[in-house]
């Protein structure tokens, strides 16, 4: 197991990157008392998400959002429901909570 951060560490609504995780560059979302990790990888083209640093969420707070071509995802399963990959989904990362601290299975 990799320790990731603690969950404290993210505001919620919030989003947090990971350039460097044993599963490459992640990014953790903190929504609705949940957390969601998936691969910071647009379905797209594969670039990275973010608008700037730990920014992943549109303006709401509501979906992700893909800097690139604006495609926006929903937090709880990654499906892109509007944009270039309509249909397509980001990859979650699997990952387990303990102790207000967020792993990734090695
Ligand atoms: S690269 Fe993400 S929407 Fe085009």
Known sequence: MH???????????GSKGFDHSPK????????DGQIF?????????????EWEPDR???KEDRLIQCCMHGALFRI??????SG??????????????KD???YLFD
């Open 24 to 31: 490459g560059p992640v990014f953790v979302v903190r929504y």
């Open 76 to 81: 709880e399963d990654g499906e892109c429901l």
């Open 56 to 58: 992943f969420l549109d």
């Open 37 to 49: 990790v998936y691969a910071n990888n647009c379905p797209h083209l594969g670039v990275n998400l």
């Open 84 to 97: 270039p990959c309509v249909g397509d989904s980001l990859t979650p990362v699997p990952h387990e909570i």
């Open 100 to 102: 207000n601290t967020i």
């Open 3 to 13: 320790k990731l951060c603690a969950i404290d560490g993210i505001s919620e609504p």
